[in-house]
Every structure is written in C-alpha cells, then in structure tokens.
C-alpha cells in the first residue's frame, strides 16, 4: 500500500465540496469514510484540518491518506509488473517537452487524463509512474484534456510548481489554442461565443454521460448551477460549405467548453458523438452528409499550443503539439497545411 498523497486541485476542477471533488478522484471511498477522515485530521487543505463539506478551488493541496479499497484496486488494474512496458514507452514518446521543474505532454486521442469510475489506471494521472526520469515523486496533472482530445498537457514536477501553474491558468496569463474542424462555416469567420454552462447529471453512478447544455448569456444569474463561459472563435480554412478548419481560445475553462460552445451555434465539431450526432441540425452545411469515413468518426479537437510564464525562470514558454495521425489524415486529404496559417490568429486582436 502506497503512503500518502499530496494532490492539487487542477483549474478544470473548478470549486466544489471536498467529498464530492474526493469521489470523483476515488469512485470507492463511501461518504462516512470521508467524513471520518476529516474528522481524525487524515484529509488536509494546504496543511488545516477540514470538514467533508469544506469548499476547495483550483491550487488546493489535499492531504490523502492510503484509501485500502482504491489502493487494492490500482494494484489489480496494474498487476505485478506494474505499469506495462509498451504504455510506459507510450507515455514517454508523448513528452514534448520537459526541464526540471515541469513536463509537457502531447497527449494522444483515447488516453483519459484521470480515472474515473469503473476505470483502469490507463490514463495520464495512472501513468505518471514512468515519467518521474529520476526525481522522487511522480508529476502532477495542472490541467485536463478530455479522452478523446489531443494535445498540450502541463505536468508539474513539485507541489510547488503545480500551485504556480494553476494559479497562472486561474488568473488567464496562460493561453491556450485549439485546432478543430467543425461542420459548416461559422459566420462571422472570428467571434466570440458567449453561453454560460450547466451540467446536466450523467446516468451512471459516478457521473457518467455527463453533458454540458448551453444558456443564454442573459439566463446565467437565474439558471440554478450555470456559469459563465466565453470561447473565442477564427476560421483558418474551409472546405467549401460543408466543414471549416477553426482556433480555438477558451477564456474560460469549463467542462467541454469548447464542443458545447460549437455545437450551440450550429457548426459542431467533427466526429463528437456527444454534442454532435444524428440530432443536431445544421440544414444545408453539409452536416447531414457527414464527410466520410474516418474523418466523420474520431473526434476532430487538438490542444495545439499553449504559452505561459515559467514559474521558475519567468520566461515566456511556447509549446507547440503535432496532430495526431487521425487529424494529420483529414488535413493531408481536404489538402490543409498549418504553414499556410497564423501561429496566433487572434494575436492582432484588442
């Protein structure tokens, strides 16, 4: 059995009660289990005694003791050998970029982030065993991308760091772009999405299915549980009417912003089977038709760069994330080239 954790709250956790934010880390641990420990002083935040229904954000460090039930569980999923050969070469192909203090990955499509109920431990957080390249302690997660999002991932290397980095995505000095491919053409070509979000509950016992539905702006003061969310938007390229290659800045940083946000205004992302299957319309886009094959079935959602102050150094970092191969397929066949657009088309912008 493992010692003690340390974990941070990572800024798409958002803020939320201790239990809650504590079962959807660890789907087993029941809600007298929490509160006892709390009550004994074994779950901390940022080193003080708390209470189960105690608030944390984004940066707090929680204090976890060894859970036996998930701790028996991570040794099965793992098995004697612990974390496989061919996943740690895999995790470790995915750095782009490391020094001593954080690590970035380009994380491929179908890898989750975290665990969740009734998953292994084949996800970056399970994985970070075979990213520690000496140090003592395995990274930590600043940030998430969805499963079958690609991209730039933060890992930081110290508690210290992680705070740093989180407080940097909390205060918005850390940018980040997306590339997708949505069907239709949005008009204006560059805009900024402005819906608030509200969670509708999963059907499965830790949340599963989830979905975010969009508000109106206007709505958000008087919609239990909605939060504001802005997403700006530009055109790259197009392929005639039917799909559009866009960027992607999310200012706010909600739980699937991004696909929400384009599909709300008619033009989802390609190949999300959760905001844009048979029954969201875009009458005369192309939708409907699909574009074939495999382009029409992966989703089409990459974390292409993010850029922001070191914690250490203080100097201005910009990472940059190949495509993934099924993205890198789309481009080559609809005949796109990133050399053809802006790092940064949003850069000339007030």
């Known amino acids: 059995m493992s010692g003690v954790k340390r974990l941070t709250v990572g800024l798409d956790d958002g803020e939320s009660r201790l239990d809650r934010w504590l079962k959807k880390r660890f789907p087993r641990i029941t809600q007298g289990a929490v509160e006892k420990l709390c009550r004994t002083g074994q779950i901390r935040v940022d080193g003080g005694r708390v209470k189960a229904a105690t608030r944390v954000g984004p940066g707090a460090e929680i204090r976890v003791p060894p859970l036996p039930g998930e701790e028996a569980a991570e040794i099965r999923g793992r098995g004697a ?32 982030s975290q665990g969740g109920s009734g998953q292994t431990n084949r996800h970056v957080d399970g994985l970070t065993e075979a990213l520690m390249f000496g140090f003592k302690t395995r990274p930590k997660l600043v940030h998430r991308l969805d499963k079958d999002t690609s991209g730039v991932l933060l890992l930081a290397r110290t508690d210290r760091i992680a705070r740093a980095l989180s407080e940097a995505f909390r205060s918005r000095s850390t940018r980040k772009i997306y590339w997708a491919v949505v069907a ?125 102050d070191h914690p250490i150094t203080g100097r201005r970092i910009v990472l940059t994330a190949p495509l993934p191969d099924h993205m890198t397929r789309t481009w080559k066949t609809v005949g796109w080239s990133a050399a053809d657009v802006p790092d940064d088309p949003f850069a000339d912008q007030p």
Request: hydrophobic fraction near 40%; avoid cysteine.
């Open 81 to 112: 050998a612990g974390i496989s050969a061919a996943d740690a070469k895999m995790i470790q192909a995915a750095v782009l970029w490391k020094d001593e203090h954080i690590i970035a990955l380009n994380k491929p499509p179908g890898l989750p």
């Open 184 to 308: 239709g053409v949005p008009n204006p070509r560059m805009g900024t999405i402005r819906f608030g979000l509200v969670k509708a509950p999963g059907r499965g016992g830790g949340g599963e299915g989830e979905r975010m539905i969009a508000v109106h702006p206007g709505r958000v003061g008087t919609t239990e549980g909605a939060k504001r969310a802005t997403t700006d938007y530009a055109v790259l390229d197009k392929l005639a009417g039917r799909a559009a290659w866009v960027a992607l800045v999310p200012v706010t940083g909600r739980t699937h912003q991004l696909r929400a946000h384009m599909a709300e205004i008619g033009h989802p992302i390609i190949g999300d089977g959760k905001y844009g299957g048979s029954g969201q319309e875009n009458l005369g886009d192309g939708w409907g038709a699909q574009l074939g094959g495999e382009i029409s079935k992966k989703l089409h959602l990459h974390a292409r760069s993010i850029s922001f």
